[in-house]
């Protein structure tokens, strides 16, 4: 296949009309330029130049070999470019995996951000409710970015954005509401609001409370802690959820558990060191992960 130098000597012997000033245009020598020119005419199998007594002339199959040659050299000068601008993060394509939570409560200000400011950086945003599903999406290129909680396991690189606080959530007419806290045990005999098996949560749950030897009545499930937010703050149950699930506006009471829970938010990346990646990550460390009032009862 012929090299952009080789295309690169064609144009310049079409635009100047000689080796030397062809060769002068390109600072390269002008065997240099005759050795590109013949390599060009082995690979196009036809003269690209008549060698005449006075200089050169250009063939028809050289000038039509030039006219898109000018095209690849055009296109090639392009490439370059957008990868310079990714390359120091001012362009290209981000794709980013979250928790299902963390959109509305951590990044809602960041992509706005990036929207005014790199309007020529493209954002693609998917939401899950499982942070291994969210690894196994990065493990298999479907993403380049993973915002959410630890996951079981994971060989990519990882940072801590932050922590998030883990409460109890109830009816605001709940006997919860008069406690500065509650305790795991406070939660046995409860009506509680579960989550199904596709929300990492559930098994979360599940090994927290067993840990504190407690039992929980289930009296429905959930595939979303917003969801089970909501449902808890209606009177259906009482359930655990992490403050981020607390965006909207809804009657609840909120209370910290006893003692305080808390999970580590992390950014997982397969590329750290891209330009893209690391001023994205950079953006929800500086700002810090918001606060939610878990003092009093709320209406959020």
Known sequence: MATLMALECLVALVDEGSV????AALHMSQPALSHQIAALERELGTPVVERMTRGIRVTAAGRAAAEEAK???EAAERAVQVGRRVGEG???RLRIACAETMTAW????????????WPQVSLDLQEFSSADRMVEEL?????????G???TATTAHVEVLGQEEVVIVSSPNHAFADRDSVKVSDLAGEPFVHYDATNGMGAWVDEFVADYGTRLDVVLRTRSPRTAAQLAGAGMGVTIVPVSALAGRFSAT???MEPRVHRDILAITLTPSDALVRRFVADPRRRGLPR???ERQVQL
């Open 71 to 73: 095209l690849a050299l």
């Open 20 to 23: 030397t000033k062809a060769a």
């Open 254 to 256: 909120v209370r910290r």
């Open 90 to 92: 001012l362009g290209g």
């Open 292 to 294: 939610v009032n878990t």
């Open 149 to 151: 909680p630890e996951p």
């Open 139 to 147: 493990m298999a290129d479907g993403t380049d970015l993973v915002v």
């Open 106 to 117: 951590l990044l809602v200000p960041v992509l706005r951000q990036w929207r005014t400011k």
